[in-house]
């Protein structure tokens, strides 16, 4: 009898669990055909756009498969040792700033979208990078540069060094014991040519990750010691700016371009672009930096990079604003080159070394769209990352080239809604509503300083307020903050050229210099050239 009624118990139970577990599901999963519009009415069904031409038939995605399919199976390992090593990173480039991209490019077209490819995914092999850093479960772009670009995890916030360095520790940080160098110093090593450019400064935290060693990425000048370490005296603990002129690897770089003028002028110094130096030690680096480098030349605006004669100069400094550079949608095209132009001029000097060149490029300004809940900044930064990959690819051999595409973190950028296909992807969702019956942005940020609510706090309309036509708006959020923050996602790794194949899968972020310091045979790792390395 208690047997019985255990096993009736038990029957009871599970037909509750079933009944709640059905509950869940038909609440919660879409089906569009009990769907209904609080638009148009509760007796009103949604109407799904059709498909673009030719999608309805089956035979369209069976062929599309199959040609991908024989792609794949044509395309055979590239063994080669690669002579070149180019490194691009989309600052804050998540894997939905990609896709919304993606389909930005395709619309502005005149396309739906989202058949749409960006350069770098068209490259053959694709994986994902893990950003945590030693202390971080989400990264800034210190940390992880730390990570890409020298080998090791480190403490959030920091550059160049190992997670025995703590935040604004001057002495942690100054001892050589606790620097770990970048692959940029292997390069030279090898005897390659090594360079950088950036759409920030040359001191911001990411290109750092390739020359400095910091116990704060904010120590740019010696006067930002002061402001955030508190040191009265900077002596002991140099500035990354001052480490990027006189101090190797930065010394030896024969490219480097991006904005920040500032960190390297007294204050007392006007610089090119009308505005006073930073520094406060009186130190001129630019002044510096020329008396060290007799052959090389020094460019502040466009025109003056692209007239430089490469072939009578050893070392290119391009510094094209006084702090970041401008967004290439607000920018002055006339005085500040685009990323696909510096890209053009650093590959046709660096490839005068017949030993080859190792170079780091960032797309800086996709980061500062995000922050700010602008995707319509962070995709048009995107979309010019990717066409200086282009340049690259067209200009290089992927016989002797690696080209790798990643990002350094992600940010809470949402793609949402069921809208049909062609909708502006910077527009409203044309689908669903919310429970107010206001149509909400497809694009949308988990945090940030707006959040488009009326004195009830229900949502307003943006009809007319957000759209591809305002690259410049700020997009929805749920959470209020002063500014937005980085998401702790994966992020992508697209590669082509020589050992390509390496970079797939789920990767730890500090592995990928490793991967290209073994196809260029640099470093004091194992590389392909090892005969005892299978």
């Given at each position: 009898m208690k047997l019985l009624l255990l096993f009736a118990t038990i029957v009871v139970l599970a037909n509750s669990l079933h009944v709640k577990e059905s509950a869940v599901h038909s609440s919660f999963d879409f089906d569009p055909h009990l769907a209904r519009s609080k638009v148009n009415g509760?007796?009103?069904?949604?109407?799904?756009?059709?498909?673009?031409?030719?999608?309805?038939?089956?035979?369209?995605?069976?062929?599309?498969?199959?040609?991908?399919?024989?792609?794949?199976?044509?395309?055979?390992?590239?063994?080669?040792?690669?002579?070149?090593?180019?490194?691009?990173?989309?600052?804050?480039?998540?894997?939905?700033?990609?896709?919304?991209?993606?389909?930005?490019?395709?619309?502005?077209?005149?396309?739906?979208?989202?058949?749409?490819?960006?350069?770098?995914?068209?490259?053959?092999?694709?994986?994902?990078?893990?950003?945590?850093?030693?202390?971080?479960?989400?990264?800034?772009?210190?940390?992880?540069?730390?990570?890409?670009?020298?080998?090791?995890?480190?403490?959030?916030?920091?550059?160049?060094?190992?997670?025995?360095?703590?935040?604004?520790?001057?002495?942690?940080?100054?001892?050589?014991?606790?620097?770990?160098?970048?692959?940029?110093?292997?390069?030279?090593?090898?005897?390659?040519?090594?360079?950088?450019?950036?759409?920030?400064?040359?001191?911001?935290?990411?290109?750092?990750?390739?020359?400095?060693?910091?116990?704060?990425?904010?120590?740019?000048?010696?006067?930002?010691?002061?402001?955030?370490?508190?040191?009265?005296?900077?002596?002991?603990?140099?500035?990354?700016?001052?480490?990027?002129?006189?101090?190797?690897?930065?010394?030896?770089?024969?490219?480097?371009?991006?904005?920040?003028?500032?960190?390297?002028?007294?204050?007392?110094?006007?610089?090119?672009?009308?505005?006073?130096?930073?520094r406060a030690d009186g130190k001129n680096l630019l002044s510096t930096w020329q008396y060290m480098h007799k052959k090389g030349a020094v460019v502040t605006d466009r025109a003056g990079l692209l007239a430089a004669n490469l072939t009578k100069v050893d070392n290119i400094l391009g510094i094209f604003q006084s702090g970041i550079m401008d967004y290439h949608a607000l920018a002055n095209n006339t005085k500040q080159p685009t990323l696909e132009e510096m890209t053009e001029v650093a590959i046709k000097f660096l490839s005068k070394n017949n030993k080859g060149y190792f170079i780091f490029i960032e797309g800086g300004l996709i980061d500062y769209g995000n922050h700010g809940n602008a995707p319509g900044i962070a995709i048009d930064e995107t979309l010019e990352l990717e066409k200086a990959v282009q340049k690259a690819r067209d200009m290089t051999n992927p016989d002797e080239t690696l080209i790798v595409v990643t990002s350094d973190h992600g940010h809470p950028l949402s793609m949402s809604g069921y809208s049909g296909r062609g909708n502006d992807i910077m527009g409203l969702s044309d689908l669903m509503p919310d429970n107010n019956g206001q149509r909400y942005t497809t694009l949308n940020y988990a945090t940030g300083t707006e959040q488009y609510l009326d004195e009830q706090g229900k949502r307003i309309d943006l009809t007319g307020i957000l759209g591809g036509h305002n690259i410049m708006g700020q997009y929805p959020s749920y959470i209020e903050v002063d500014y937005g923050v980085h998401g702790g996602d994966d992020v992508g790794v697209f590669a082509s050229g020589p050992y390509e194949h390496l970079f797939r899968s789920s990767l730890e972020q500090h592995t990928l210099p490793h991967l290209m310091a073994y196809a260029a045979c640099i470093g004091d790792g194992p590389t392909m050239c090892d005969k005892k390395t299978p």
């Open positions: 509760p007796s009103s069904r949604i109407v799904f756009p059709s498909p673009p031409a030719g999608e309805a038939n089956k035979e369209f995605w069976i062929n599309r498969a199959q040609q991908e399919l024989k792609e794949r199976l044509q395309k055979p390992l590239n063994l080669n040792q690669a002579k070149n090593v180019i490194l691009f990173m989309g600052d804050g480039m998540s894997l939905t700033t990609v896709a919304a991209s993606r389909i930005r490019k395709g619309q502005l077209k005149g396309n739906t979208g989202d058949e749409e490819l960006l350069s770098f995914e068209k490259f053959p092999y694709t994986g994902l990078s893990k950003t945590y850093c030693s202390n971080a479960q989400v990264a800034d772009s210190a940390c992880s540069a730390t990570a890409y670009l020298c080998g090791v995890k480190a403490n959030i916030v920091t550059i160049g060094v190992s997670a025995k360095v703590n935040y604004n520790n001057c002495t942690e940080s100054m001892d050589k014991a606790n620097h770990v160098s970048s692959i940029a110093a292997w390069a030279q090593k090898a005897g390659k040519a090594t360079g950088f450019i950036t759409t920030t400064s040359l001191t911001h935290a990411s290109p750092a990750g390739s020359y400095a060693h910091v116990a704060s990425r904010f120590w740019e000048s010696d006067a930002d010691i002061t402001t955030w370490a508190g040191l009265t005296d900077t002596s002991g603990c140099m500035d990354i700016a001052q480490q990027l002129i006189t101090q190797e690897p930065g010394k030896n770089f024969n490219v480097i371009m991006g904005g920040g003028m500032g960190k390297f002028l007294p204050n007392s110094v006007q610089d090119s672009h009308g505005k006073n130096g930073e």
